[in-house]
């Protein structure tokens, strides 16, 4: 192997020579999510001391990730990060009861934060909001990737989610950077909320969609384009294809018929 290409490896390491590994960063929203449940946790805590002691670990544990980034005050942010915990806890208390509420299948709310993927994925979607919002590189998109990874779900830190929130199964979800989702939304598995465009141009524009309250999205459906509003208390039926907006109230669904001889579909658009 050529000396100058392993020298340019070897300043490719220099550079990053603070980088947080993954496995510290799974660390990090492992353990936040063991503390704040205890049925994700491996050993719920016995004392209020070690739970305060726990979280006064952990915000020195993010002050030493966030060491890296040159133009952050670390311990500033790790702070500012730890006084927002009990709203984030009160957002996930939410995101578990839509799915507890919303889900036939749940048996405990419990259940729900130890073994939903849609819930894992929601959860590690607020904390890398957050950190987004406190300015932070790198580490929150390495969270959502980490529960992409395990999930299927792959949510961007960047987009704007509401209350309420729910992926009833999960696997095949993508949420995009720019979309918007309101409050009291439901979204089945294999849902696409995407862009009409990947041009590079684009990166500063909205490029997904909008979608309003109390909307339900079923399996499969893809919805496209930075102008692309669901109206409220719309329902989307399994697998349409939307690049233009739809009213409030409406159901968009595939209508099978016959013609010309051959099984074909249509979108049909109905109100409520």
């Known amino acids: 192997m050529k000396e100058s290409f392993v020298n340019r490896i070897f300043d490719a390491h220099k550079a990053c020579d603070k980088c947080p590994t993954s496995d510290k960063i799974e660390h990090l929203f492992q353990?936040?999510?063991?503390?704040?449940?205890?049925?994700?946790?491996?050993?719920?805590?016995?004392?209020?001391?070690?739970?305060?002691?726990?979280?006064e670990r952990l915000q020195v544990e993010m002050a030493d990730l966030l060491s890296h980034q040159k133009d952050l005050d670390s311990k500033h942010v790790a702070h500012e990060f730890f006084e927002f915990i009990p709203k984030l806890y009160d957002q996930l208390l939410l995101d578990i009861e839509a799915t507890y509420s919303g889900d036939p299948a749940a048996r405990s709310r419990d259940e729900v934060v130890r073994s939903y993927p849609g819930f894992y994925a929601i959860a590690a979607y607020r904390v890398s909001h957050m950190l987004l919002l406190l300015n932070v590189e790198k580490i929150p998109r390495a969270i959502t990737e980490l529960a992409h990874s395990k999930t299927g779900i792959d949510i961007h830190p960047a987009a704007h989610i509401g209350e309420h929130f729910c992926i009833d199964h999960g696997t095949g979800v993508v949420i995009g950077e720019t979309t918007i989702i309101g409050n009291h939304v439901k979204i089945y598995q294999g849902v696409t909320l995407g862009a009409l465009s990947v041009d590079k141009a684009q990166s500063q524009v909205k490029r997904h969609p909008t979608i309003e309250d109390h909307v339900i999205i079923y399996a499969g459906a893809t919805i496209l384009g930075g102008e692309t509003i669901i109206g409220e208390s719309s329902v989307i039926g399994g697998n349409v294809w939307l690049t233009k907006s739809v009213p409030p109230n409406s159901k968009i669904y595939y209508q099978v018929g016959l013609q010309n001889s051959r099984e074909s579909t249509k979108p049909s658009i109905s109100q409520k």
């Open 31 to 55: 353990t936040l999510l063991g503390l704040l449940f205890p049925s994700f946790s491996s050993e719920p805590v016995e004392q209020i001391d070690q739970l305060k002691t726990g979280f």
